[in-house]
Structures are given as structure tokens and as C-alpha cells.
């Protein structure tokens, strides 16, 4: 979760006015992991720095420890909870909502009067699923617009390859949504 980077020669480096910087890495997938062990990290790194400087008889530096956060630098949560709110409504629309279609249709046996029309079971599936697909897309797009207009949060990239990145999420968890429901 942590990657400690020490450079050569770090100890006799120690002592000079402008000593090399330590290389401090933390796992971010866990947030509150990678900050608390970044941070336990760096008071045992500092006072154990510290207590060597002090033996040796030398001034303290203050910069021989820096935190640097390279994914979200700002550490601004906007960042990471949009776009993360954006595709729990996609797998709440896609994935939940389809499965559930499919379920009520189950439980109130209406499913049992559709099997003996001439509808085939791949057409009903599709003409389940296709609207909240359409939904799943209207919603990003909606949601894109809300995040630039309320937030000032533009994509970086692509919007066809955030739309295809999209349409491939919502075809794979509406899939998933219709295998939990015949389930």
C-alpha cells in the first residue's frame, strides 16, 4: 500500500545542508489507508531523522519529508465523488432497475402470457433492456452538463470515448442485471 524510496547514499547525504529527498508513495484506492499510512509514515521517518540529526549534532531540515499527491493534487473531492456518483447512477439504471423489470414481470406472472405470444425470448430481453439503455445514456449526458455547469468539471478526453466507455459499461451491466434476475 506504501512504497518508502530512499535514495543512494541517503545516510552520509543526511548530514549536508541540502540533503535528497525521500520518495513517499501511497496506494490511493483506499483513501483513508493510503493518507493514514502516508502520514504514520512520515512521523517515523521525521522523528527518527530527527533524533539521528540530533545525535550527530547538526541543525534540523524541515523539507527532507514531502507528501506529493499526483492523482488528485488538489486532494479536491469533486474530482473523485462526480464522476464516481455518474456511474453509480448508470449501474443503479442499467443494471438494478433492468434486473428488477424483469423480476416484477416474473412475479406477477406476466411473463408466463408473454412466452406463449409469438414474441421470442431475445426480442423480449432487448425490448426490456433497450430503454434503460437510451436512459442510462440521456442520464450521463445529463449529468456531464450538471457536473460542467454546477462543478466546472470538464472531461479531459474524448466524448465519444467517454460515450463508448459508456455504452460498453451499460451493455455489460445490463447483462449482468439480466443474469441475476432469470437467477
Known amino acids: 500500500d ?3 524510496v530512499i535514495p543512494e547514499n541517503f545516510e552520509s547525504d543526511m548530514l549536508s545542508v541540502s540533503p535528497k ?16 499510512g502516508s502520514q504514520y509514515l512520515v512521523q517515523t521517518i521525521g522523528s527518527t ?4 540529526r540530533n545525535e ?21 473531492y469533486r474530482y473523485l465523488m462526480i464522476p ?9 439504471i442499467c443494471g438494478f432497475f433492468s434486473a428488477t423489470n424483469i423480476v416484477i414481470e416474473k412475479e406477477t406472472g406476466t411473463i408466463e402470457q408473454i412466452n406463449v ?23 450521463i449526458s445529463i449529468a456531464m452538463v450538471i457536473a460542467w455547469l454546477v462543478y ?11 460515450y463508448l466507455a459508456s455504452i460498453l459499461f451499460i451493455l455489460a451491466f445490463s447483462g449482468f442485471g439480466v443474469l441475476v434476475a432469470n437467477l
Not at 56 to 75: A, D
Not at 120 to 131: R, Y
Open 2 to 4: 506504501i512504497i518508502l
Open 21 to 36: 529527498k525521500l520518495d513517499i508513495s501511497a496506494n490511493a484506492v483506499n483513501a483513508t489507508k493510503g493518507s493514514l
Open 49 to 52: 531523522i530527527s533524533k539521528y
Open 56 to 76: 550527530q549534532g547538526t541543525e534540523q531540515v524541515s523539507e527532507l519529508i514531502v507528501v506529493q499527491n499526483r492523482y488528485n493534487p488538489t486532494l479536491n
Open 84 to 92: 464516481a456518483l455518474m456511474i453509480i447512477l448508470l449501474i443503479m
Open 117 to 139: 405470444t409469438p414474441i421470442g425470448k431475445f426480442t423480449f430481453v432487448l425490448a426490456k433492456l433497450i430503454p434503460f439503455w437510451l436512459i442510462g445514456l440521456f442520464v
Open 152 to 162: 466546472g468539471l470538464v472531461p479531459l478526453g474524448s466524448l465519444g470515448y467517454i
